[in-house]
């Protein structure tokens, strides 16, 4: 059975980088992508964007560009969520998904991962 | 971008009830070339990740009760449950995988009257 476990909980400060991560098990990591989803506190989900393990082609939504660095490491089956300089609007959970082979739904979920960003 | 809208923003339903919920796609996501509707409707439950229950706009994931249904097409979608239960209770989303940026409904929250 496919699984995506992502990593702890994370507080950080405004202005400092943090990478959260994403580790697949269960499937053949290389062979289908995974995607990125924000839920804001109380909010809706937000498309992020998606990795392909294989060849690292990445994809992003217009409104997470240049925001976010999403890669993968496929030695270890794992693709990562990076920020450069966090902002208290990032705080959300962050979910890693895997899509479907003949259509991009989601069909597993990691647990998800807590980014707190205060001063 | 596709806008997805949802109605209602929130339902209370007895349990045994029916409880249907829609999802409405500012343009179509019928891929002609293949007949589908590029739609997906997914689960949350308080504390958890959101759980597939529907893709390409009526089948139904392995393994969902077959008491949750999908119907429609084009822009026009309904996720039905048709005896509601108590571990029914959640955020319901639609999502459309048609273009990106792939985007979801805003949530429908499902309670027990």
């Known amino acids: 059975e496919a699984q995506l476990v992502q990593s702890g909980a994370e507080v950080k400060k405004p202005g400092e980088s943090l990478t959260i991560s994403c580790k697949g098990s269960?499937?053949?990591?290389?062979?289908?992508?995974i995607g990125w989803v924000r839920q804001m506190p109380g909010k809706g989900l937000e498309w992020v964007g998606t990795i392909y393990p294989g060849d690292s082609d990445t994809r992003y939504s217009p409104s997470f560009q240049g925001q976010v660095t999403i890669s993968a490491d496929k030695s270890i089956s794992t693709a990562y969520l990076q920020w450069s300089s966090l902002k208290a609007s990032d705080t959300a959970m962050y979910f890693c998904a895997r899509l479907g082979t003949a259509g991009d739904f989601l069909d597993h979920w990691g647990q998800g991962t807590l980014v707190t960003v205060s001063s | 971008d596709i806008v997805m809208t949802q109605s209602p923003d929130s339902l209370a339903e007895s349990l045994g009830e029916r409880a249907t919920i829609n999802c409405k796609s500012s343009?179509?996501?019928?891929?002609?070339?293949?007949?589908?509707?590029?739609l997906a409707w997914y689960q949350q439950k308080p504390g958890q990740p959101p759980k597939l229950l529907i893709y390409?706009?009526?089948t139904r994931e392995s393994g969902v009760p077959d008491r949750f249904s999908g119907s429609g097409s084009g822009t026009d979608f309904t996720l039905t449950i048709s005896s509601l239960q108590a571990e029914d209770v959640a955020v319901y989303y639609c999502?459309?995988?048609?273009?990106?940026?792939?985007?979801f409904g805003q949530g429908t929250k499902l309670e027990i009257k």
């Open positions: 390409w706009a009526s």
């Open positions: 343009q179509s996501v019928l891929y002609s070339s293949n007949n589908k509707n590029y």
């Open positions: 269960g499937y053949s990591f290389t062979s289908y992508w």
């Open positions: 999502h459309q995988y048609y273009s990106t940026p792939y985007t």
